[in-house]
């Protein structure tokens, strides 16, 4: 097969969807690679590393596409990018359709097969291509609250850790998964006062039994929301229903019970975000403020430590990168209910129920897609 790897055009985002080392294996395995010149320079890797493993670079994306029968890239398609695409090519790569319509109709649209990152499931109920992203997020999160925080971008003028004599920051999370526990570890090394909020009692109990004497747990009623959010210097949103939109746990009734100048971290955002005045902003523009609360709702955050990104994710994207080249994505798909999780459109079809319960329109389920 030839897979092919364009470099990422949504704002200031730095990663690439192989590496040079993917590139490698991909082609040890009898296939070809195709990148777009420049794809890997924002992580580190140049042109050369990848004409160095055999991969032939490609001047432009439109070359990529055209050359192409899989892409793999990083965020979700671009419009640019999604009028590339042509019926029977594979794509795989964060997508996020449930809050995002216009995206949706165009890969609908556009007759391709598209896998999303993050709807990919792993044998321990967990999301492994989302996984790594959201360590990074979470360990970004409280990095970018404390700065949000600060008097200059228009916050609290808090410190984390407080000094001798002064109460260190109030932190709540809502959201105990992979971000919550990342930023809880990161916001309670930083010195902060942290609380973790979550619907699922067992999960509750495993971050109890592991992080005892770094941060507390609580369960996630209206009641101990509206009362941790109401006390809190930044409140980090890391809640996810897998393919479905965020629910929207904090109205914008609820900013005016906070205290003034607090941060809001909407990690969630990616998904529509868990806060109802939360849109997403980009890397250059992070923060915006609503009724005196500043929110930071930047939907792809690993991308500002992109060559680490970069690494962890693909890391963790290789092994299906290679089965779908080896197998092609339906035998891949039928091989194996984890990658066929990830299936979100095909041959003009929503194949991700959630997604189409979102946006109100027509799905089946990803077996059905395999008899397309
Ligand atoms: N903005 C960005 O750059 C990035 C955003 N993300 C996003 O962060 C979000 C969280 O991802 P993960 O931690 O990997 O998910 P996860 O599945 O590991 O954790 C989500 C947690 O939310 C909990 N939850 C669900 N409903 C809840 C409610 N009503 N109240 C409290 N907790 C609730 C679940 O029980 C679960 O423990 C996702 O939307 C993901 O896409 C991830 C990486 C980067
Ligand atoms: C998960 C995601 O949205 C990101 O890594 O950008
Ligand atoms: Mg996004």
Redesign the pocket.
């Known amino acids: 097969m030839k897979v092919g790897c364009i470099r990422e055009i949504k704002a200031q985002e730095f990663r690439v969807g192989l590496t040079p080392g993917a590139a490698q294996e991909v082609i040890a395995n009898g296939h070809d690679v195709v990148i777009e010149a420049g794809a890997g320079v924002g992580s580190g890797y140049p042109d050369d590393d990848y004409r160095a493993v055999g991969a032939q670079i490609a001047p432009t994306a439109q070359a990529v596409f055209d050359l192409a029968e899989m892409i793999v890239k990083v965020k979700e398609p671009q419009p640019a990018e999604r009028a590339m695409l042509r019926p029977g090519q594979v794509l795989f790569a964060y997508l ?1 359709l449930a809050p995002d319509r216009a995206q949706t109709e165009d890969l609908i649209k556009s007759g391709a097969t598209c896998i999303a990152f ?1 709807t990919v499931t792993d044998a321990n109920r967990g ?1 492994p291509l ?2 790594p ?2 360590e ?3 360990k970004l999160a409280p990095q970018m609250g404390a700065w949000t925080l600060q008097k200059a971008n228009g916050g609290r003028g808090v410190l984390m850790g407080g000094v001798p004599g002064v109460s260190p920051a109030r932190v709540a999370v ?7 526990t990342n930023a809880a570890r990161v916001a309670a090394g930083m010195g902060a006062d942290v609380v973790v ?4 009692v067992a ?1 509750l109990r495993y971050l109890d039994e592991v992080y005892a004497g770094q941060f507390r747990t609580l369960y ?1 009623s209206s009641a101990n929301l509206a009362e941790q959010i109401a006390s809190a210097d930044m409140v980090i949103g ?5 393919g479905a939109a ?2 929207k ?1 904090v109205t914008r009734a609820m900013l005016a019970t906070m205290k003034p100048g607090a941060a809001i971290v909407d ?5 529509g975000g868990c806060f109802e005045t939360s849109h997403a902003t980009t890397h250059q523009d992070p923060i915006f403020e609503v009724d005196g609360i500043l929110h930071y709702c ?5 991308g500002a430590v992109a060559r680490t990104s970069t690494q962890a994710l693909g890391n963790a994207t290789l092994p299906f990168v290679v089965a779908l080249a080896n197998k092609g994505w339906r035998q891949a798909c039928r091989d194996d209910a984890h990658l066929r999780a990830g299936l979100n459109v095909h041959a003009g079809q929503i194949t991700c129920p959630p997604v189409g319960e979102a946006l109100g329109l027509p799905a089946i389920t990803p077996e059905a897609a395999l008899e397309l």
């Open positions: 996020h993050e999301l989302l996984a992203m959201s990074v997020a979470g809502i959201g105990g998964g992979v971000v919550g909020l979550d619907r699922s999960r996630s890391a809640v996810l229903i897998p965020a629910p746990l990690v969630a955002i990616d998904q930047v939907a792809n955050m690993p």
